[in-house]
């Protein structure tokens, strides 16, 4: 991966998190290039790259937003089974599915044609037959893809008079601490299975039984394995499976939704963060085939939690008779100024989940605030990595050593990393974010710490002196860019607005310069 | 001749009530067994195949694809990616599981050498070195007396390595499925083959370019593979004479239901379904009411259009389908939706449950005769066995779903004023029927 590559983190045109999002194809304007295949999908006529099939055709062009679809996921081999993505294709005997049929050059494809529409609307039928109709109380409701196609190509009503299908043993049943699986609400596209077969190949899930009582099960006891196992319930397009972090929390409909990026460690995935009133819920992952395709590990996914938690000092605090009292920031950064002053030496040490912008700022702007000289130096805390040089993939899909985002972003400003691992100033002002270690301090070492901190981390400073705490904001509170452990530098924005007294580094930084 | 055809003789069944026909020394001794491979072995592959496309054979597993046709569509030689050469697979379909099939079951007991002839010849010509015989789950006798055949070929040298002294190498091996109907569907049989769910695939790609173990395989019915010993030994013309313009050779009808003489019979192919009732001791307690005339996913046909020639061409055009040659014979004594329901039940407990139409629409239907059968039933629902039906057939990847509609939409079609009487008498009860309602109600599904 070249250093160069750099964009920004944004909601991918479709909105839909199971689209390819193919662009339209480029025509080589070389005369001796060989013409691009055309196929005509709804009375207009598109190039096409060998090998795409139909929907991936219709994606790249947006041919009426979308074509529907259970079975089918972009990050997944295709199965074809649901039959809701099948088009009309001129001289073919029957419909195709649009998932699996390639197109091809003169090809004649409508998409939306009576006989399509009949054949959706069978399928939608027989999907509801058993399916209970109980979306008021089910927690998919709002993001249901069973939802969004009856509304577009349901029949409204049934006739199916019999009784419905019940898994009494499977109605909430638990398949990990993490996943539980509604078995009633399931239309069998079969994404999760081969998810586990094909994506963790953890081989975690198998449908056991035939036709109409074919039932999802763990394949041991043990149940779900996975490190992956949220991008389950994002891809279950009904309720069937459902993140218990999430469930019941809140209606879908109530989310606002911004795009962000993890800083659970240095693959730098990009998500969607879901809040309502400034509140995360949660937070899925959105497409991007150079970093993370479509999925993100469960430990990033549960992160927010860390942003949401309680314990987290949201103001700023500063020592006062042994112990940390709330105060105003200028009253904080006035005392700290005093302090370090008159220190004999001075340390600061960036953790490396200091944004690129913030590293080169405390580096080049905060030592001529304080008119001496600062020693920087970044560090990491993951156990086993000092700098970028000893991170390495710990799975076959996303999961990185280095559990800090921009280790790679900080070493590039020139920071050279703590040696020993250890301070050794008469001050030493901490900057990090949650997601870096706490360098190792002797006793009595005085302390100004700024970023992001909880109070069960101060805690462990007992021994310490810790002079005051300037309340920072995290990665989906601010601005900035991270550069990934593939050298792919990603800018994002504010996801949330933060409600605390926490400010940016930026904000600090210029209360300080104009107080002294 | 008895059968109105002179050039008429029995192909597979000429010995199979004579005691002992089913060892290796009677095969070779009375049926010239053998001989036909030591033919074939000294013809170029290509020339067989040509011998079998001339003969006109075509599958006897209900499809009716032309036998040799499948045979020529296997590559020559194939390559994987880093040019290395790829096995090919040739796959006998055992799994015959159609109800009011029995057929392949007569060869496995009586002739299993014919097959086991014929596979070689078959490995020959498309070049493959190993062959696999899927035997349904619960042949457990049929399984042994076919290992028990294999192994005295390989002892008289038929199998194994440089087959007399020809150069060639066949390995046969038998595999025993877990008893799933739709392993009978070639695609879902080489699922279970490699030990995945029975679930057909989506094609393409065809298991000629990509089957067995992802292989080029080519599979085929038993009766098939035991019909290519008598073309090579007499000659393509003598096999395509018996039969009809499209379709040569002999065919194996299994009659069942409600004749004298139930039984497999092998017959040519321009006989009426009329002469076949005929010829199985016609029908047995009343007038005929209906005929099955291809296993249970043919389409019903009514006593007044049982004249239909069953050929394949004949049957396809009388709206049904010569199937896998299971005819099942109904007297008036027979109450049609009963007997529908039946079949629907064992289509639902059968469907594989991949796609929607045919896991969810074999459920209804089966639900929906259970009801009316019990008095439930409306008018509406009448006419919506013809939409779901429709909604069904055609639009899944393998032809299950077509199955399940053939009993049912033909019952609908042929016979709808018994299901009229049905639902204005209050089902099965208000026609005095409780007998045979009383064991469907309980445990009635599963």
Known sequence: MSNTTEFEIKKPKVDLNYASEKKPVASDPSPEAKPL????????????????????VAERYKVHEEIPRYCYHPGMPIAGTCRMCTVEVEKAPKLMTSCSTPAADGMVVHTRSDKVLKSRTGVMEFLLTNHPLDCPVCDKAGECELQDYNYEYGPGTSNFKEEKRVFEEATTKKLSDQVTLNMNRCVHCERCVRFTDDVTKTNDLVMVNRGWHKELEATTEA????????????????????????????????????????????????????????????YVPIHNEMVNGHWMCDSGRSSYNDLMNPMRVISPLMNHQNGLHSTTLQALLGELSIQLKNASSVQLVIGTDATREEAALLKDKFPSILGKNVSVSYFNGTAGVTSSADDKKMDNLLKMKDLTPNTKGVEEQGISPLSQGEVSSDIVIVFRNGRAGIPKMKAGQKVILWGVWNHDEIKTLSSQTV???????????????????DGIVQKFHPAIVHKGGALSAHQVVNMWKSLN | MMYNNEHFEPVITKFVNEPGCETIEFYISKENGYKALEKALKMKPAEVVEEVKKSNLRGRGGAGFPTGMKWSFMPANPVDANGNPKPKYLVCNADEGEPGTFKDRLIFTKTPHKMIEGMIIGGHAIGSNKGFIYIRGEWFKESRLMQKAIDDAYAKGFLGKNILGSGFDFDLVIYLGAGAYICGEETALLNSLEGKRGEPRLKPPFPAQVGAYGMPSCVNNVETFAAVPYILDKGWEKYAKMGTERSGGTRLIGVSGHVNKPAVYELPMNLSINEIIEIAGGVKGGKLKAVIPGGASAPMLTAAECDVKTDYDSLAKAGTMAGSGGLIVMNDS???????????????????????????????????????????????????IAKICGNMAGQTICAFADAVTGPALSSIKKFRSEFEELVMKGGLKGIGREQSISHRVEGAHV
């Open chain 1, 37 to 56: 295949p055309k196929v005509t999908i709804d009375g207009k006529t598109y190039e096409f790259k060998p090998g795409d099939t139909i929907m991936q």
């Open chain 2, 334 to 384: 027979v109450n049609i939706v009963e007997a529908t329901y039946t079949l629907l039940k064992f289509y639902e407990h059968e469907s594989c449950g991949q796609c929607s139409q045919c896991r969810e629409g074999s459920h209804w239907l089966a639900r929906m005769f259970h009801r009316i059968l019990n008095g439930g039933g409306t008018q509406e629902d009448l006419d919506y």
């Open chain 1, 467 to 485: 002079l005051g705490v300037i309340a920072g904001l995290a990665t989906i509170e601010k601005e900035g860019s991270f550069k990934n452990t």
């Open chain 1, 223 to 282: 149940g779900l394995t996975n490190d992956y196992q949220g991008c389950l319930t994002d891809f279950c397009p009904v309720g069937a499976l459902t993140w218990n972090d999430f469930r019941f929390k809140k209606r879908s409909w109530f989310l606002s939704k911004k795009p962000s990026i993890c800083d659970r460690c240095s693959k730098g995935c990009n998500i969607e963060v879901h809040s309502d009133a400034e509140v995360v819920y949660r």
